[in-house]
């Protein structure tokens, strides 16, 4: 990381240096995250001679806290504060599935069996257990942060002092619902058009508009996020069919030759399954 100054000047002798003393935050006696009794490590920035900036490799994830010393050439100091969260390779998994409340599943799809004409018809779609970053969930990274320096706490920025509202490491999920009625399975499609809508407050459900008419095809886009911006993306097809099977001819044919078995097929003319169910005596 790089770490530098902005917005301290000194109009009678100038910023002459600064020392970032770097912290990994630990759990206080308060029950917060805070501050050990000592930084791990200080850095020095000469502001007068060099780029402006010192960089510095942190070894291991967690969340730090970077306290920065500006002094002028007569020892006046300054004090300033940024938390930031070392994350090199953590990532969301998944695990259990998408339910649409009301709906049977089969293969990929939901099948909603039930027609509702209602304007504001809503459905309600869960996703328990199905997303999580272990790192963010279980190494005190988005817990609140006990005050440091009065009035210049860290407040700014996606990390401040505040906790983190997040659900197993993550802090937000998004979705978009489509209209695919009219369109193949297998067509290619612009995503970048859809209208995402965030989950508030973050939970892991979401009831959506959806108009139940017969024949009705929907594709449901879910993205859960952490911290970090790792995102996972699931995609859900909800199909609204409410008729029947229709059996109008059944018909059956005696095959010979097939490994010594009598065989015969049944052909189901109108299904929401499409195949063909094949019965042996």
């Known amino acids: 990381m790089s770490l530098r100054i902005h917005g301290y000047e000194d109009e009678d002798t100038g910023v002459k240096d600064v020392h970032f003393d770097i912290y990994r935050m630990t759990r206080a006696a308060s029950g917060l995250l805070g501050l050990a009794q000592t930084p791990l490590d200080t850095v020095y920035l000469d502001t007068r001679h060099g780029p402006g900036y010192v960089d510095y490799n942190l070894e291991l994830p967690g969340l730090y ?47 909603l069996p039930e027609v509702d004409t209602l304007t504001g018809t809503s459905v309600e779609i869960k996703w328990q257990g199905r997303y999580r970053n272990t790192f963010y969930a279980n190494n005190d990274v988005l817990e609140e942060v006990e005050p440091f320096l009065d009035g210049m706490d860290d407040n700014t920025g996606n990390r401040t002092v505040a906790a983190v509202p997040n659900v197993e490491g993550i802090v937000q999920y998004e979705f978009a619902l489509e209209n695919v009625t009219h369109r193949r399975r297998r067509e290619r499609r612009n995503t970048a058009d859809l209208q995402w809508e965030t989950v508030l407050p973050i939970e892991e459900r979401v009831s959506v508009p959806l108009a139940r008419l017969d024949g009705q095809a929907f594709m449901f886009h879910l993205k859960a996020r952490d911290l970090g911006d790792h995102e996972a993306v699931d995609v859900v097809w909800i199909r609204v069919d409410s008729t029947p099977p229709v059996l109008e001819k059944i018909e059956f044919f005696q095959n010979t030759g097939f490994e010594n078995k009598e065989f015969y097929s049944r052909y189901v003319q109108q299904s929401s399954l499409p195949y063909l169910e094949q019965v042996t005596d």
Not at 84 to 104: E, F, N
């Open 65 to 111: 806290s970077v306290v920065a010393r500006v002094r002028d050439s007569v020892n006046n100091t300054a004090y300033g504060t940024a938390l930031l969260v070392y994350d090199p390779s953590s990532s969301i998994t998944t695990s259990s599935a998408i339910i649409v409340t009301g709906a049977r599943r089969f293969e990929e799809d939901y099948w």
